[in-house]
C-alpha cells in the first residue's frame, strides 16, 4: 500500500510538470491571454463574494432596503462598544453629527389599553404598536402622542382606550428584530407605524442619526428622504 501510495505522488508531480512544460512552450499571447481570463475570473469571484457578505450584513441588507426605496443621502458608522457610556458631545464628534440635538432613537411603544381585538399594527391609526423617534437631548411626552391619536381617530375611540407606554425589551426585540440601543424603522421584522418627532424636520441642517440595527452601528440619513420613504406620522411629541 505504501509503495502504490509513492507511485501515485510520482505520477502527480509528472503530470504537473507536463503541464507546466505545456504552458511554457505556449504562444506569449495565449498565455497570457489564459493568465488575463483566470484574473478576470479571480476578480468577478471576489466581487461575487463580496455582493453575498453585503446582503448577508446589517449595513448591506439596510443599505439595500433605502436605495430600492430612493434613498440616496445616507450614512452608516461603526462605533466603539461603550459608545453609550459616552457624552452626547462624544457621540456627536464621532459620528461627525451637526449637534447633539441630531442625535436621535427608535423606541417602542405598546398601548396597553387597547381592546382585546387589537393585538397587531394592521390599522396604522390605531395600532397595538408605535416607533417614536425622538432626539437624546428631548424629553418624550408620551400624552401628546395619545392625543395625538385620539384626534387622528376622530375621537370615535375613547381616550381610556389609549395609554402610550415603552414597550419590554423583548418584545421591542420580537417586533423590530433588534436589540437595545440597535433599534432602527428601517428594515424592521414588522411593519410598524412610525411616529417622528416634529423638532427633528426642523434640525439644520436636514441630517440626523439614529439606530443602525446593531448597538455598534449607527444610521445617519436626509430628513426630507426619511420622510419620504418611511411616511411617518409628525407629531410635537417632546420638550427640552
Known sequence: MEALAKLERVQTR????ISDLELFHLPQHFSHSLSLQSSAAADANA????DANASTTTEGRLSAILRANSVRDFSF???PSDYYDWTLEARRDILGAASIHHLCKSIVLVNTQAPSNVTDCSDRNYSKYYVVVVQYTSRFNAETVKN???ALNNGKISKK???MRLAPEETSAKLTGYEHNGVTCIGMK???PVILDEAITKLNPDFFWLGGGEIDLKLGIRTSEFIDYVKPFIVNCSGS
Open 14 to 17: 509528472i503530470l504537473l510538470r
Open 47 to 50: 466581487d461575487a463574494d463580496a
Open 77 to 79: 458608522k461603526r462605533v
Open 148 to 150: 395625538f391619536l385620539y
Open 161 to 163: 382606550k389609549f395609554n
Open 190 to 192: 414588522t411593519d410598524i
